[in-house]
């Protein structure tokens, strides 16, 4: 009789998982950390720092900055991927994208209409799932990360300074070249490319959220600043074909970006992996 008994619960539990009505903890599907991951070995960046700078109440470049960057790190190859970003949302964890996006659970496609606030969630998240502590990276890592692929397009000051209609008509020269003609539904992973370290798409059509906040700097006549910088750390700076710096809420850059010229075509992420601690 007991063999009897056992022989059907088996049955009605096999049969309950064949429904689809045994709820499976949804992290599950996470395993243990196996993150695609490209070492961004230790050295140094010449780079024009991300933010607005002002000279004389009209706004110019920055001068370039080097950052050392004393120890290695690590970033993930791809963007996460819309069935990636799905698991987070089945896990409650992050919120479902806008209606246009919800059917999007492609493997080998970025996620994008991502926000800031999106792509900080699922870090926690996965985090979480993984044991490992992820965030998204500052402006300065991500381009570091770029290596060869990132090309900086910021306008050289050779105008008069008397005469900011001069840097105007540069400014508008500029956002003309950035109109791209790439178009901008997702595509493959890798459709754009990768650098030697193995990072892949940094110049695609998915620009990446970064950590770095957004800033406004009076700099004198040699570039150097004046006063703190003036933070917004509600609006955060977006790296890919060229910068920007979009409102921490927003997932679609085109519909309400704080930026000024061309927005990005699509918003997504990827993630820096934290060093984990050492033993003893």
Same mark, same amino acid.
């Given at each position: ?49 991300? %933010?607005? $700078?002002?000279? +004389?109440?009209?706004? @110019? ?5 080097? *950052?050392?960057?004393?120890? #290695? ?116 992973? %890798?459709? $754009?490319?990768? +650098?030697?370290?193995? @990072? ?5 059509? *998915?620009?990446?959220?970064? #950590? ?69």
């Amino acid at each position: 009789m007991k063999t009897r008994n056992r022989i059907a619960a088996v049955a009605v539990t096999a049969l309950m998982g064949g429904c689809g009505m045994v709820n499976e903890d949804p992290t599950k599907s996470v395993k243990a950390d196996q993150t695609e991951l490209a070492v961004i070995k230790a050295g140094e960046l010449s780079y024009y720092p991300a %933010g607005d $700078f002002i000279r +004389n109440g009209n706004p @110019v470049s920055p001068t370039r900055r080097t *950052v050392r960057f004393d120890h #290695d790190f690590e970033i993930m190859k791809r963007q996460v991927s819309q069935a990636e970003y799905q698991q987070c949302v089945v896990a409650a964890a992050c919120k479902k994208l806008d209606k246009s996006q919800r059917g999007a659970v492609a493997p080998d496609l970025p996620a994008v209409g991502i926000s800031w606030r999106d792509a900080t969630d699922y870090a926690a998240w996965y985090s979480a799932v993984t044991g490992r502590t992820y965030r998204l990276p500052t402006y300065a890592e991500w381009v570091y990360a770029a290596g060869s692929l990132y090309q900086e397009d910021v306008i050289v000051d050779a105008s008069d300074p008397g005469d900011p209609a001069q840097r105007w008509l540069m400014e508008y020269k500029l956002e003309t070249q950035r109109k791209s003609t790439v178009d901008g539904t997702p595509r493959t992973f %890798g459709s $754009f490319g990768s +650098n030697a370290a193995g @990072v892949a798409d940094m110049m695609g059509n *998915v620009w990446d959220w970064t #950590d770095t906040c957004h800033t406004r700097q009076h700099v004198d006549q040699e570039g150097a600043a004046m006063l703190p910088p003036a933070e917004n750390c509600g609006i955060r700076a977006v790296a890919g074909r060229h910068r920007s710096y979009i409102s921490d809420f927003i997932r679609d850059p085109k519909g309400g970006a704080c930026s000024v010229g061309v927005p990005p075509s699509n918003l997504g992420f990827r993630l820096v992996r934290v060093p984990a601690p050492s033993r003893g």
